[in-house]
């Protein structure tokens, strides 16, 4: 496994979490959805983190970075599926996961990417040129 | 890791694979899917192959007997992003996969279940109570 596939759906890009994160294969990733964001105009990432049963401080700033970097780029991440066990340990932790949205299921998060998504779009309306 | 997540996507389920699969791991996911599409009244399921560089017989008979069981259970499996390699294996090999749809990614692969889901409500309908 040289690297996580990364599944498209419509404007959205969705990434399944199911193998254990080490430096090369979090880079790898980084890399891969940037360039994935960019060649399919995404405008939300869905990353589903169901499989993990710990996630610790090396995988929050990986998907702090991420969600950093997809927003730079113009897409929101929703990070879903954390398990009950995995989210008391990253309050207990007190680790801040900067950034990142969260939402129970992939449903509810294609729905949270869609109402970021409209809020965005209405904040670069408001933004854009005047006349 | 002891088992593959499932995704819902309203009445489809998504299972993206990317560990080698082993016996204990197979059977796991056949149960866990059949649990899924009765649960969830799910009328498809999507599984992305695209992590996987080599498809043997042993994943071949899953893949095959996961479609089996779920059309049993009133659900068509559609398998997406084989790897070129792996097509070209599969045919050298003459490697059956018997009641396999195939599209070459999770948007296509979606469009040809919902055909399929249509497809079969029609023969349902057909087949209902007579009047």
């Known amino acids: ?20 994160m080490h430096d090369r294969l979090a880079l790898a990733l980084q890399d891969d959805l940037t360039g994935q964001v960019v060649k399919h105009k995404a405008r939300g990432v869905l990353i589903d983190i169901s499989a993990l049963e710990i ?22 991440t929703v990070v879903v599926g954390m ?3 995995v989210a008391i340990t990253i309050v207990e932790l007190g680790m801040a996961l900067n950034d990142v949205h969260t939402a129970l299921n992939v449903e ?9 998504i409209r809020e965005r779009e209405a904040v670069e309306a408001h933004e854009g040129p005047q006349p």
Chains 1, 2 share one sequence.
């Open 83 to 85: 398990r009950p066990a």
């Open 1 to 20: 496994m040289e690297k996580i596939p990364i599944l498209k759906l419509g404007d959205l890009l969705l990434v399944s979490i199911q193998v254990d």
């Open 108 to 116: 509810k998060g294609i729905a949270l990417l869609e109402s970021l």
């Open 55 to 76: 996630v610790d401080s090396f995988i929050g700033r990986m998907l702090s970075n991420i969600a950093a970097m997809t927003r730079t780029l113009g897409a929101e």
